[in-house]
């Protein structure tokens, strides 16, 4: 079946959206313009501006529309503390079951040598720059529990290293091969309890 | 082996041994794989709703880790049906950590990529698989990483048709002397260096050749290095050899972390 041409357009726009196939698509784009133009212009408007204003906290690359997050910006919290994790959704995870109060660094994926991810893809070079500012005390690695996350982690754990800054990485609780994303917040907070010291060999 | 297969050549393989060699995302949840298996070679699977938390393929499709797939379908991409550890991988989960680290982990990257580039669909390696296996054990026992990846380098050139000339003079068959200097023209072999005025007549030795001391040649071969020298010769020499075969796309663990053990 073919649509008029903007119709069309919306409906494979609106396809791009995770998990949004044709169908669903469809469906969205018939309710928008049928039913509920109000949010339909609502939805368009508050797109538009976020996509002109919001962008990477310049601290530590979560989506933010000021210059540095609300984290990175909020004087209760420690800024010689950060926890490193691949995902904005893993510091959602550890803002809402956890008691965690340092920073963070979103990292935004993990080492992936194959896919020619190496360390300057994943921040590692502006992070390497905020260590050798000197005011990080404490490095937290929360990186997934898999091959990939233990590479990143072991990386990073090598930068720290060098600089003589104290290193944790949390294990205890986190399932191997899990993302922290899914993992529920009690485990998640028993695995911040209970993260060790990083050797290096 | 478990194997059933029809006219349609649609195949239904049970519980191989396979190492994963490289994951990438397809649609929201599923996984597209490639794995080096026993029996079959490299091949192509799809893991559906592999990212899933419920799946039952979650945690396990893990490179560098022994496991035993299941898959039907046919053509260049297979549906995996079963994922499992092996006994020795529930070992290595039950200790609680990562064998692999470091420049190891970045080592066994490599071989992860080399074969990628060098195996095609379906095209089964039974004796490289258990090279590769060898490999990876001795790489995270940590023993010389370099020694490691020159032998598995020679093994795969050797099992996929670019076999190295390691023993003889290829210009009057005379065997390796240890203590001569020989150069070695890619794609032919050694030439001991009194043929270098003949030689560099018709080859452009920058290019493709090399210059080796026949004990790197004989170390090679036997698989086993003495000194500093002979398996740095030996890098050179695999380099660029590697770089003949795979064309103008280099290698992205190499650039990427520009270490000197790759
Ligand atoms: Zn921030």
Redo the contacts between chains.
Sequence with gaps: MSYSPLIGQLISALKRL??VGQKSAQRMAFYLLQHDKQAAMQISQSLASAIEQVGECSKCRVLSESELCEVCNNPKRSQQQVCIVESPSDVQAFEQSTHYSGRYFVLMGHLS????I??HEIGLDIFASQLDAGDITEVILATNP??EG??TA??IS?MTKKRNIKTTRIAHGV?????LE?VNGSTLSHALDGRSIVS?? | MNISNNLSGYQRVHSQPAYIL?T?AYQ?TSLIIDAFTANFGRLRFVAKGAKR?KSPF???L????PLLLSWSGKGDLYTLTDADFTTSSQLL?LHGQ?P???SV??SC??L??IL?RFLTLEDPHPELFYYYVDALENLSMKKNIESVLRVFEKRLLQETGYSLVLNCDINTGEPIDALKMYHYILNEGPHSIAYESELSERCNPEYDGIQVLGKTLLELERGSFSNRQTLKQAKQLMRAVIALHLGDKPL??R???QSTIL
Aim: proline fraction near 8%; glycine fraction near 14%; charge should be negative.
């Design positions: 995770p998990g040598p194959l896919d020619g190496g360390p898999t091959v233990e590479a072991h990386y090598e399932p191997i091969g899990g993302e899914y290096v060999d | 490289h990438q929201n938390l979650a945690g396990k893990q490179v560098f880790t989960y990562q692999l680290r470091g982990l970045l990257y490599y992860n990529e990628l992205k663990t650039a990427l972390f």
